[in-house]
């Protein structure tokens, strides 16, 4: 039972485009929500992380948007760039508990 | 920066051996996770260790153990490996349960 779903699977964006990725979870506990980026050959490393009391989270051209009443959250990346070809998992758990759930990912290509 | 060292980028195994898949963290953190990542599954939990000789099972530990002798390191161990075990293994530490993961750049395993 995936706890977590992930939407696409791949995308393709245009250089100076919006990439947008969705992720879904059920259980209502969960409530810290990092997103990794993975470069082939590399393991997945942390970009941005919010907790379910923001909305939205920011960092350069990184946002995170929470809806925490559709249990929904997405990543927007602005003015995609050919270096943010990669893959993205999202993920979610509860602050206090001992497991992440990942997403299946979403292999992003970022055409120049 | 912490610092999680696999210690193969590529393994090569028959069916029926032994397999160790060894990690090293740098930063004193108390977990310690080895995930399996497929295409189209995401990452997937195998086992995690909260403390020196402590281990829970994840999602998916059938055919795998763990040791954990020591803090900095956490071992992987295939009993009988088998061709359904060829993947991409990823081993990560995290400070506290809810703080972000730190991965290691994976060991990919070929059973043949």
């Known amino acids: 039972q995936q706890q977590v779903k992930q939407s696409p699977q791949s995308l393709i964006v245009q250089k100076g485009g919006i990439s947008i990725i969705n992720c879904a979870y059920e259980?209502?506990?969960?409530?810290?929500f990092p997103w990794y980026q993975q470069f082939p050959g590399k393991g997945p490393a942390l970009l941005i992380a919010?907790?379910?009391?923001?909305s939205e989270k920011k960092e350069g051209r990184f946002t995170i948007s929470f809806n925490k009443s559709a249990k929904q959250f997405s990543l927007h990346i602005m003015d995609s760039q050919p270096g943010d070809s990669a893959t993205y998992f999202c993920?979610?758990?509860?602050?206090?508990?001992?497991?992440?759930?990942f997403g299946t990912g979403t292999s992003l290509t970022v055409i120049p | 920066d912490v610092k999680v060292t696999q210690s193969s980028r590529y393994l090569v195994k028959r069916t029926g051996e032994k397999v160790f898949l060894e990690c090293v963290q740098d930063?004193?953190?108390?977990?310690m996770f080895w995930y399996r990542q497929d295409p189209g599954l995401g990452l997937r939990l195998i086992y995690f260790?909260?403390?020196?000789?402590?281990?829970e099972k994840g999602d998916i530990p059938e055919g795998y153990s763990v040791s954990r002798e020591k803090k900095e390191r956490f071992s992987l161990i295939l009993e009988s490996a088998s061709t359904n075990q060829t993947s991409m293994y990823l081993c990560?530490?995290?400070?506290?349960?809810?703080?972000?993961?730190?991965f290691g750049n994976g060991t990919r395993l070929t059973v043949t």
């Open positions: 990560a530490s995290s400070f506290q349960f809810g703080s972000p993961l730190h």
């Open positions: 259980n209502t506990a969960f409530d810290y």
């Open positions: 919010i907790r379910p009391d923001v």
């Open positions: 993920a979610a758990s509860k602050n206090t508990g001992n497991q992440f759930y």
């Open positions: 930063m004193d953190h108390e977990n």
């Open positions: 260790s909260y403390d020196v000789k402590m281990k």
